[in-house]
């Protein structure tokens, strides 16, 4: 039987506040006045965005309560996304259409004299994370509130995110993104939801008489997390589950010893300084960094969340040995891996809970998401820091290894190569913890984020893992949420859609595929070609603002925008651009387009701040030259986030996804631009391959070496200026960077570039060239035909489905998490005007 939630107590009933622009209207002006303190006649603009956004989180929570209530009441198993990072972006806009209410409220803005653009302008994107891997734990927990999944999401409340990029004199230059500077509308500060996490101290062991020791962990220095509930809205749907992000608050006890030894100083001193925790995102995406504080954040996020799952169960009345069937959490990444080793001393040291039952719960709880093959992305601490930082964890994972490396001796006897090549402690490189290992180990399900990259995991990173235990490794293609990257981002196309196929799509994307047939219907097409160009029209108007430099809405758009990384080759887009402008000077006829690149480097990434560089001196040379005009602009859009990228992806025509094969493990960028009807140019990597399966190898332009030619053409060790020949303009590109043609000043980096590119090229852009150019020619002669080219967006389009994020997460809860969905069912409109 479900009771309805609301019977649990009649003194505690809800009653729905009304959704109709009227009330949301009396809403927003009581919001003003009682939460922002302001009168409505002095209000500035984000005084009007703070008060719609308190009146929106009001009708949110309300659905946060029955959604924890009903949960409860169901005894539900819980998923737990365990995940460093949460590229969410903005959040008004987002709420008001998952929650329905999107244009009642800009109703009741308008009628208070509120233009609703001006002020969602205004709302810094929460940018939590680097790039692909944050973004998907964003769509992940939406889809999980979306389809009813009862899941949490847990990380940390940077007080700094992802730095804002700006460009001063062609070079990256990183400014602190002070994101909560004004306050955050959304969040939920919860004082008495803290718990104390512990660093350093020491070890005692107790000799019990059972024969089990016990330990205790003393000592030391503790810092208290303090939780920040962000609910999270299902679109259209009345589920609000919760992501929770802890911040780092000094003890009390840690401020009072030096307090009443009367050094008020070194008391506030080390307040700040243990608060330091959550201070700041490390902006590197896809490399590990060694530091110190970086174990400290990842132990901080992780310990706190287990107390919390671990208190939530034993308030729920669970069994601990009951937990694999009430929780399933999920590893994003190998940044939280420390909760095997956690979870582990919280059910033996905490909880009391004999070694190998704890052992066992603990694997049947935990799964693993691996998203990198980069060697310089896979984290490994050296023993020593781990011994000193966190000695109990350091026993646990010796423990955890012995007993695993026994299980694998016992099966391969006198293959010592095996063990040292599975062993989570790594004894080569001055004695470091491998925790990918600790994650596999520790893990029921581990899994890859698009075929070819879960294939070359178990053929690589984890071949030893997945010859002994096959039947742990799966594949989950990633996808991306519609609600955001379709419907908000591309209101004409969703229309365009609509009118053509109702808007049964939005829930279930596979319904997108009926709309194949309109891709050969011209009136759709040119429909088609209307929303694109008026998207142009948004984005060159705020390319204009952000560099001032003019485009035109006339010409194709050709898009680049991830993260500046060597082995996603934005210096193959760049020298296909000076391609482009010899050819121009040349007198040839060539394509006209917009060549617009975005993305941040990681502030210690030299390379990577070079090509930034680069791409500005040479577009600078491009775009001011007369004798080119509107046939060629290069566009270095500076800052990319979530808002901007919303307004890039529905303008774009041409979407380069052209990593080296082997190294991207999805993309997802692919993804939400195939979505849009922009076509893809690419490799045969990571998802791009699932991408021509769906699109048709006709729709999509494929060109370059497959993973497994860039691996036999790496052992041929060819080197890279034998390619200068392979195409007839190869070698005056090379020479226009060598010679420093585009170089605004200093010569030497362009000429440093050259021989990176002659010498080195490790990501192999000379030996891909000459095919990369041809696949460019293709697209350009294809969208010289409209009709052609719009059928091929369109067939895009309609056939993306596969890629929607609903489709990833029921992989997820059907194959790792087993769970089910749960719709909840109240507070019931009376009206369709309530909420
Ligand atoms: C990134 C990959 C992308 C992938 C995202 C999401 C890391 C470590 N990995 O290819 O580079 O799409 O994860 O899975 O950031």
């Known amino acids: 039987m479900t009771a309805s939630p609301d019977d649990i107590n009649p003194r505690h009933q809800l009653s729905p506040l009304a959704c109709d622009s009227a009330s949301l209207r009396q809403s927003i002006r009581d919001a003003l006045v009682r939460e922002v303190g302001k009168d409505p006649d002095l209000a500035t603009p984000r005084d009007w965005l703070h008060a719609v956004s308190f009146a929106i989180r009001e009708r949110i929570i309300e659905r946060r309560v029955v959604t924890r209530r009903q949960f409860a009441e169901e005894d539900v198993k819980r998923v737990y996304y365990l995940s460093m990072e949460y590229l969410i972006g903005r959040m008004l806009e987002a709420n008001l259409r998952n929650m329905g209410i999107f244009e009642a409220t800009q109703q009741a803005l308008q009628d208070l004299g509120v233009d609703f653009r001006t002020i969602a302008r205004l709302e810094e994107d929460a940018a939590l994370g680097n790039g692909g891997l944050g973004r998907l734990a964003a769509c992940i927990l939406e889809s999980m509130a979306t389809q009813g ?22 070079r990256q230059v990183e400014h602190p993104d002070n994101w909560l500077r004004f306050g955050n509308p959304w969040e939920f500060p919860r004082p008495e939801k803290v718990f104390p996490v512990r660093f350093y101290g020491y070890v005692i062991e107790h000799h019990e008489s059972n024969g089990e020791n016990c330990y205790t962990w003393e000592d030391g220095e503790q810092v208290l997390a303090m939780a920040y509930d962000y609910p999270t809205a299902g679109y259209e749907r009345r589920n609000v589950n919760n992501l929770r992000l802890w911040a780092a608050k000094a003890t009390r006890n840690f ?23 959550s201070m700041v995102l490390y902006p590197n995406d896809a490399t590990a960094i060694g530091r110190e504080l970086r174990l400290k954040q ?30 399933a959490i999920q590893l994003n990444d190998t940044h939280p891996a420390i909760a095997v080793a956690e979870f582990m001393r919280l059910l033996v040291d905490e909880h009391h809970v004999p070694w190998h039952k704890a052992w066992d719960i603990t694997r049947r709880v935990f799964a693993y998401t691996n998203h990198t093959l980069m060697p310089e992305a896979l984290e490994t601490w050296p023993v020593a820091l781990m011994e000193r930082v966190l000695p109990r964890h350091m026993l646990i994972i010796y423990r955890i290894n012995h007993e695993f490396l026994e299980e694998v001796r016992h099966r391969f006897p006198g293959d010592h190569d095996l063990l040292g090549r599975l062993s989570i402690i790594d004894e080569g490189h001055g004695r470091r913890v491998r925790m990918a290992h600790l994650a596999v180990v520790g893990s029921h399900k581990v899994n890859g984020v698009a075929a070819l990259h879960t294939s070359l995991l178990k053929q690589t990173l984890f071949a030893d893992f997945y010859r002994i235990w096959p039947e742990r490794f799966i594949n989950v293609t990633n996808g991306v949420t519609p609600r955001l990257w379709m419907i908000q981002a591309n209101p004409g196309l969703t229309a365009l859609i609509e009118s053509r196929i109702g808007s049964d799509w939005k829930f279930d994307l596979d319904r997108l595929k009926q709309f194949t047939p309109y891709a050969s219907d011209e009136a759709t097409r040119a429909d088609f070609r209307a929303i694109k160009r008026s998207n142009k029209e948004r984005l060159a108007g705020l390319v204009k603002n952000r560099t001032g430099v003019v485009i035109s809405p006339e010409v194709m758009y050709d898009v680049q925008i991830k993260r500046i990384h060597e082995y996603k080759r934005q210096l193959l887009k760049l020298l296909h651009v000076i391609e482009l402008y010899q050819r121009i000077r040349d007198g040839e006829e060539v394509l006209p387009r917009v060549v617009l690149f975005a993305g941040k480097a990681a502030p210690g990434y030299q390379r990577a701040k070079d090509i930034i560089q680069l791409i500005n001196e040479v577009a600078d040379i491009v775009n001011n030259d007369p004798a080119v005009g509107d046939r ?3 566009v270095f859009f500076p800052n990319y986030e979530v808002s901007s990228a ?12 052209i990593s080296t094969a082997g190294f991207e493990a999805s993309g997802t960028g692919n993804m939400k631009l195939a979505l849009n009807g922009a076509l893809t140019i690419g490799t045969l990597d990571g998802a791009n391959i699932e991408i021509r399966d769906a699109v048709g190898s006709e729709n999509i332009f494929i060109f370059g070496m497959t993973a497994a030619e860039v691996n036999e053409y790496r ?92 489709r990833t997460v029921r992989e997820y809860a059907e194959n790792i998490w087993e769970v089910t969905p749960e719709a909840v069912q109240a507070p019931c409109p009376k009206d369709p005007n309530e909420c």
């Not at 999944?149 to 062609?170: D, K, L």
């Not at 401020?255 to 925790?277: C, H, M, P, Q």
């Not at 996020?301 to 169960?313: K, P």
């Open 298 to 327: 990842e132990y901080f996020f992780v310990s706190a969340s287990l107390q919390d799952i671990f208190d939530r169960n034993l308030q729920l009345g669970y069994a601990l040995e009951d937990l694999p069937n009430k929780a």
């Open 646 to 657: 919303a307004i890039i992806i529905p303008a774009a025509d041409l979407s380069q996804q």
């Open 255 to 277: 401020d009072l010893r030096y307090f009443n030894e009367g050094d008020y100083i070194r008391a506030v001193a080390d307040k700040s300084e243990s608060e330091t925790i």
């Open 632 to 634: 060629l602009k290069c």
């Open 149 to 170: 999944y009862p899941g949490y999401g847990y990380g940390i409340r940077y007080e700094f995110g992802m730095f804002q990029q700006h460009i001063e004199h062609f």
């Open 715 to 806: 052992g041929q060790r060819h080197p890279p200026s034998a390619h200068l020949d392979s195409h007839p303009r190869l070698r005056g590109i090379v020479d226009a960077l060598r010679t420093g043609f585009f170089a605004n000043g200093g010569r030497a980096l362009h000429a440093q570039m050259a021989s990176y590119l002659l010498e080195e090229d490790p990501f192999f852009v000379l030996a891909d060239y000459a095919a990369y150019s041809e696949a460019c020619t293709r697209a350009d002669s294809l969208y010289g035909h409209a009709e052609a080219w719009s059928e091929a967006a369109l067939l895009n389009v309609a056939r993306m489905s596969y890629f929607s994020i609903d």
